[in-house]
DNA sequence: AGGTTGACCTGGACGC
DNA sequence: TGCGTCCAGGTCAACC
């Protein structure tokens, strides 16, 4: 499901609803294809931390929490142990991926819990943090490091025309294929890459080395305009998707070609034509995009 | 090297 | 109501 603006979303909703929160306990699944720390190292830095803050970074939800103290190690550490300890970082990282499917919904602790739901922390407001993923291509883990966790790729809603027109240079790949490649951009997925090239006017399947200047400023300008559009909607609820409240989002109302195969082009009249690019469903119009 | 292809999963829609 | 098939917002490892 989730592109960027599902995952700002579902941060912003975090945002309000669990940041200066403290997590009492930890109750993880036995799926575990979903994690990429062990469930004890996830539970060892989530239990008793408190909720710094939550970003975005690409699709990837950072949660930055600050662990709780070890009290009891004191007893039996030697003073070079505790002063190694002192330098360990104060801030850890909880990152979640939603995958396809995955959802991080703030509820009640009486809230039936549903079918699918893989960790549960419980916050000492009352509420409760769930994770819940039928596929289970989401991914949790805990990042404990003094650079922080970090991902590649350029924030798509942050990069200037002349590096975004970098990022294409001599690629044969379909511009598709690029713009959905996250270690160029990151946070662009299937949705929003069809709707800005049908926005830009670009064939899906052009290579990205033959993008014009012009094509680049528009498809720069498509990007950045389809995203925050999808932002200020509340992201695309193409069947399942929900924010951290639970809510779904409206901008699948707008969606220009994503979905619309057959039915007319809103600019021309042409039916809207699905093909396979980059092995993911591709829409676009025959007419307006060259 | 860089790009395209299956594998990973469950469930919903559709056809018979 | 019950198959069986196809498709899905993402990302890897494995293959040219």
């Known amino acids: 499901v989730p592109e960027l603006p599902e995952v700002e979303t ?20 036995d799926k575990s294809n979903l994690l990429k720390s062990s469930a004890l190292e996830i ?53 979640v991926h939603l995958g396809m499917t995955g959802k991080m919904l703030v509820t009640t602790p009486e809230t039936e819990t549903e079918k699918h739901t893989h960790l549960i922390a419980q916050l000492a407001s009352g509420k409760e943090l769930r994770f819940v993923d039928p596929r289970r291509f989401g991914k949790i883990w805990v990042h404990e490091s003094d650079e922080g966790f970090a991902t590649a790729g350029t924030e798509p809603l942050h990069i200037t025309l002349d590096d975004f027109a970098k990022l294409f240079r001599g690629r044969k790949t379909p ?24 926005r830009a006017g670009i064939r899906p399947r052009r290579r990205a080395a033959t993008l014009t200047r012009d094509d680049l400023r528009r498809l720069h300008a498509a990007v950045q ?59 676009y119009c025959p007419k307006c995009q060259k």
């Not at 970003?55 to 990837?60: E, L, V």
């Not at 200020?232 to 809510?247: K, P, Q, R």
Request: proline content about 3%; glycine content about 12%; aromatic content about 6%.
């Open 225 to 283: 305009e389809v995203l925050k559009e999808a932002i200020a909607a509340g992201g695309s609820s193409v069947s399942d998707y929900v924010g951290a409240e639970g809510e779904r989002g409206f901008f699948q109302m707008q969606h220009r070609v994503y979905g619309r195969e057959g039915d007319p082009c809103l600019v021309c009249g042409t039916a809207i034509k699905k093909i396979v690019v980059a092995g993911r469903g591709t829409h």
């Open 175 to 198: 511009i598709k294929s690029a713009l959905l490649n996250q270690k160029l951009l990151r946070g662009v997925g299937n949705i929003y890459a069809d709707e800005s090239l049908f």
């Open 10 to 29: 579902v941060v912003r909703g975090l945002q309000k609803r669990v940041v200066g929160d403290t997590i009492e306990s930890v109750w993880i699944g």
């Open 43 to 95: 539970a060892r830095v989530l239990d008793g931390a408190r909720v710094a803050g939550v970003r975005r970074m690409g699709k990837h939800i950072v949660i930055d929490v600050h662990p709780k103290p070890r009290a009891s190690a004191k007893r039996t550490r030697s003073k070079r142990v505790a002063a190694a300890e002192t330098t360990a970082p104060r801030t850890a990282q909880w990152i």
